[in-house]
């Protein structure tokens, strides 16, 4: 099935650094989401857009649903240990019944 | 807060064995979803669910079932486990056209 692209597949950042990363597609979007999964854990939702030009925060987290509806980006700032963890981006498409479409997600790495 | 719990985090079975695996949703979402997780493949569909007894098959929905006969709980059957089923199970939930919320997962081992 289709996937939205995220890259790179890995990231290292100093702790208290900012961190962007973003998530594209060639299709349109009705929605996009955000996810944060820790080792041997279940994802878990972080920020959900569902208007084109949308900006969204979660405590140090802001993510934007791109004007174009073909991209989103989530920015992290004043990272921290525990933000380690792999980011999932995800969208739905129209008409797709609640069915999404995954990014293969970014490891995300914070050295003290 | 969605609360969506799965069986068992740690699952170990035999080849051949028939494997349950059950989702629980406390927040009356009418979809459900049963995806695999395998490194460097990413999270896949495997069946969702948007109904009670509804049914859709996902992107890899071969030498698996499913079964939704209450709204709150849908299970993932593999009928006859083989080791390349050995993975990483995600349930999750949502309401139409919103976010979708996962369980803690099972990891599947099947020897």
């Known amino acids: 099935g289709q996937q939205l692209n995220q890259s790179p597949q890995s990231m290292f950042i100093q702790e208290g650094e900012d961190v962007s990363m973003n998530c594209t597609s060639s299709?349109?979007?009705?929605?996009w989401l955000w996810y944060k999964q820790d080792p041997g854990e279940g994802p878990v939702l972080l920020i959900a857009?569902?208007?084109?030009?949308e900006l969204t925060s979660n405590g140090r987290l802001t993510a934007q649903f791109g004007i174009t509806r073909k991209d989103s980006f989530l920015n992290i700032s004043a990272s921290i240990p525990s933000d380690v963890g792999i980011y999932f981006c995800?969208?739905?498409?129209?008409?797709?019944?609640?069915?999404?479409?995954f990014g293969k997600g970014i490891t995300l790495s914070v050295r003290p | 807060d969605v609360k969506v719990t799965q069986s068992s985090r740690y699952l170990v079975k035999r080849t051949g064995e028939k494997v349950f695996l059950e989702c629980v949703q406390d927040?009356?979402?009418?979809?459900m979803f049963w995806y695999r997780q395998d490194p460097g493949l990413g999270l896949r569909l495997i069946y969702f669910?948007?109904?009670?007894?509804?049914?859709e098959k996902g992107d890899i929905p071969e030498g698996y079932s499913v079964s939704r006969e209450k709204k709150e709980r849908f299970s993932l059957i593999l009928e006859s486990a083989s080791t390349n089923q050995t993975s990483m199970y995600l349930c999750?939930?949502?309401?139409?056209?919103?976010?979708?919320?996962f369980g803690p997962g099972t990891r599947l081992t099947v020897l």
């Open positions: 999750a939930s949502s309401l139409n056209k919103r976010g979708q919320y």
């Open positions: 299709s349109i979007f009705n929605t």
């Open positions: 857009l569902y208007k084109a030009g």
């Open positions: 995800a969208g739905q498409l129209a008409g797709a019944n609640s069915k999404l479409t």
């Open positions: 927040m009356d979402h009418e979809n």
């Open positions: 669910s948007y109904d009670v007894k509804m049914k």
